[in-house]
């Protein structure tokens, strides 16, 4: 993921994976289909300033939770 000027690594916890697992899919099925929202939520995290060290973002259950508060889907 890049920003224009700086490449990020996205590290999507497993409770994140889980916060958009239903009981029927697998975790990996479940990354594949929700690619595109897991972008939109790290983009908002750099939107926000909420870069980990070297460049890391993690997405956290919490990061999807306030996302999808906010209404941006």
Do not use: P
């Amino acid at each position: 993921m890049t920003d224009g000027t700086t490449d990020f690594v996205v590290i999507v916890t497993k409770e994140a994976l889980q916060r958009m697992l239903s009981n029927t899919e697998d975790m990996e099925t479940r990354l594949l289909d929700n690619v595109e929202t897991f972008g939109s939520v790290a983009d908002f995290k750099i939107e926000h300033g909420k870069i980990g060290e070297e460049g890391r973002i993690w997405l956290h259950a919490a990061d999807i939770t306030e996302w999808m508060e906010i209404g941006i889907r």
